[in-house]
């Protein structure tokens, strides 16, 4: 954008225009979490958590993954089989299409 | 007894080669405005169609009268959505402007009208919720649909259900701002209409919708449409 001179206007900051892109969202929310984690997870031998939570803590990325991965296909294949079908309608579409095509011949539409 | 006051309502149909359709997308949309006893105005934005699309206008300007259906004729190289929208309402009069693709994917049935009373700006078809649903699909396209549409609430999380279905309602000064700050070309670009009115705080009601697969003529969905719309997906996720 253009440059501006002088300082930031507060009232800008709280704007819906400035608010972070989805893109930026998720990687200050990948970045907090991943920070978090490797802090528990890969801190120095002086300042470890007990080796029960560690062991689970390490490989919990993976797991949320593979239970993020469940999830969306679980979600997919239930509103795939949910999918309506509208057959209802369709029968009514080709009703008011004929009905349609009579009446505007009627009225003197050269199809 | 005015049943919906001074409002008006002008449809925006961008067509090419909808010679076979039109007619009755017309009809259609004319008999459900008299029943719901609102006033409307057609405004057809044909591309240069070679079949006659034109000439088809033209005949049902006719019948309906000139302050029914509006014929506006554009020839552009770059045919886009947007620009046969940017072009359509320059000459609507209506404060409401519908927007529905003019082949007859879109079953006509507006409860739109009566949805308004929500008082939304803009009221979107799904075919995701409630009684929506579509007619004629192949349990590939459901499944190629009902993915994209995951991937596209995951990464952008619109609070609308269907993003890509192009039957909406907009009050004219919400889609006047609207296509002020979207850029996007195609059916991308009318998932970039729904994000920006949530940023913008614009209320979004959701009706569900038929969507009869072409009556005549062919839908596309190969792997090229699919490629741009994960083009265009990834392209929102990173600008809005």
């Known amino acids: ?111 | 007894m005015a049943a919906g006051g001074a409002d008006k309502f002008s449809v925006l149909l961008p067509t090419y080669n909808e010679r076979e359709n039109l007619p009755l997308v017309v009809w259609l949309l004319a008999r459900t405005f008299r029943e719901s006893g609102n006033n409307f105005e057609i405004i057809i934005i044909d591309d240069g169609s070679p079949d006659g699309t034109q000439e088809i206008a033209e005949q049902l300007e006719k019948i309906y009268g000139s302050d029914k259906i509006v014929m506006k004729k554009i020839i552009s190289v770059l045919f886009s959505s947007g620009t046969a929208y940017i072009h359509g309402m320059k000459h609507a009069t209506g404060n409401f402007i519908v927007i529905m693709d003019a082949d007859l994917s879109h079953h006509v049935s507006l409860h739109f009208i009566k949805q308004k009373e929500g008082n939304f700006d803009i009221v979107s078809g799904t075919r995701y919720k409630g009684n929506g649903g579509v007619y004629g699909w192949d349990l590939k396209r459901k499944l190629i649909s009902r993915g994209a549409n995951f991937i596209t609430q995951v990464l952008l999380r619109p609070g609308a259900s269907d993003l890509t279905g192009s039957f909406r309602l907009y009050r004219k000064e919400v889609l006047q701002k609207l296509m002020e700050k979207c850029v996007s070309k195609g059916y991308v670009f009318q998932m970039e209409m729904i994000v920006r009115a949530r940023q913008l705080g614009y209320t979004i009601g959701e009706v569900p919708i038929s969507f009869v697969d072409r009556v005549y003529g062919e839908s596309k969905l190969g792997g090229n449409e699919i490629v741009s719309f994960l083009k265009g997906l990834l392209t929102l996720f990173a600008t809005t």
Do not use: H
């Open chain 1, 1 to 111: 954008g253009a440059g501006r001179s002088g300082p930031v206007r507060f009232s800008r900051l709280l704007s819906p225009q400035a608010a972070m892109t989805k893109l930026g969202q998720w990687l200050c929310g990948l970045a907090l979490l991943g920070s978090a984690w490797a802090t528990l997870a890969l801190a120095p031998p002086g300042l470890q958590l007990p080796a029960p939570y560690r062991q689970a803590l390490l490989p919990l990325p993976v797991y949320l993954l593979v239970a993020f991965g469940c999830y969306s296909l679980a979600t997919v294949g239930y509103r795939l089989a949910t999918f309506n079908d509208c057959e209802e309608a369709a029968a009514e579409l080709q009703e008011d299409i004929s009905a349609a095509r009579a009446d505007l011949r009627r009225r003197g539409l050269r199809f």
